[in-house]
């Protein structure tokens, strides 16, 4: 069962505050359809919440595919457009807001992230993390995202 805001105390910092290592990213359909993984199910990736009110989250594909050149500028599209679909990395200040974290991207590999804030429900127990995230999709259909993080 999930707490709600209403029934739980306030994060304190010191849960999430330090460097995280992805276990896993998974996304749940509300419709049933079948469970999938951005990054397979094997993804990898570090998140860092900073004492000072940073953050930093990198996640990506165990095995990236490689470029078509040994220099990104000398690299076609095609190799360029998978090297972004298989990874994801943005930064800025963070907040603790009850239950939640709100993560206001400064920079992102993603330009339509920067100068959002986005929301995360946090679940943290002993060395572990969640943070979890509802998305309404085309057609009213809706997914939720659930990241889990160890300590590191």
């Known amino acids: 069962m999930r707490m709600t805001e209403s029934h739980a105390a306030a994060l304190n910092p ?6 995280w290592h992805l276990v896993e990213w998974r996304v749940d359909y509300a419709d049933g359809r079948p469970t999938t993984w ?3 199910p094997d993804a990898i990736g570090v998140l860092v919440y ?8 990198t ?4 095995k990236r595919s490689q470029l078509s050149a040994p220099s990104a500028l000398k ?3 095609a190799s360029k457009a998978r ?3 298989e990874y994801l990395a943005y930064s800025g200040r963070w907040e603790i807001v009850g239950r939640s ?4 991207v400064t920079m992102s590999m993603n330009p339509t992230l920067v100068g959002t804030r986005q929301w995360r429900e946090a679940e943290p127990s002993g060395d572990s993390l969640i ?3 509802d998305e309404a999709l085309p057609g009213g259909a809706k997914r939720r995202h659930s990241i889990v993080w160890r300590r590191q």
Do not use: E
């Open 14 to 19: 010191q849960d999430v505050i330090g460097s």
């Open 38 to 40: 951005p990054f397979g």
């Open 50 to 57: 900073a004492s000072d009110g940073w953050m930093s989250a």
């Open 59 to 62: 996640m990506s594909c165990r």
């Open 75 to 77: 690299a076609d599209d």
């Open 83 to 85: 090297a972004f679909q």
């Open 101 to 104: 974290i709100a993560h206001d």
């Open 131 to 133: 943070l979890a995230a």
